[in-house]
């Protein structure tokens, strides 16, 4: 008989959990072919920073938190959506990490 868990929202909010869920997907996997896709471009900064190489980041291009906060999409269809191919960029580390700390929202 399989168990079922009830979960506490003052503890762990659907968004947080949805979060937990959706993030640890590794789209690493993903890096060659997107940096062969984009011809070695990153597109947040047009290749200013040089060459995409095998230290590229993949970029969410909607973020995950977004999936995790949109409670109406069901969270298979958001696990779907926001590991797909084309949500995914392979982008520059110090181009991603000024992205994110600057909190860009999704285009």
């Not at 503890?11 to 996997?29: A, D, N």
């Not at 072919?33 to 290749?47: R, S």
Request: some cysteine; proline content about 7%; hydrophobic content about 35%.
């Amino acid at each position: 008989m399989m168990q079922t868990y009830e979960f506490d929202d003052a503890v762990l909010s659907p968004e947080r959990f949805r979060f937990h869920v959706l993030r640890p997907l590794s789209v690493k996997k993903h890096r060659r072919a997107l940096v062969e896709k984009q011809n070695g471009v990153c597109p947040l900064c047009e290749g200013e920073r040089g060459a995409l190489d095998n230290r590229a980041h993949v970029d969410h291009i909607i973020p995950v938190k977004w999936f995790a906060d949109n409670l109406k999409l069901p969270l298979t269809e958001a696990y779907v959506r926001c590991h797909a191919l084309d949500n995914l960029r392979a982008v520059h580390p110090k181009c991603n990490s000024d992205r994110n700390r600057k909190g860009e929202s999704p285009n």
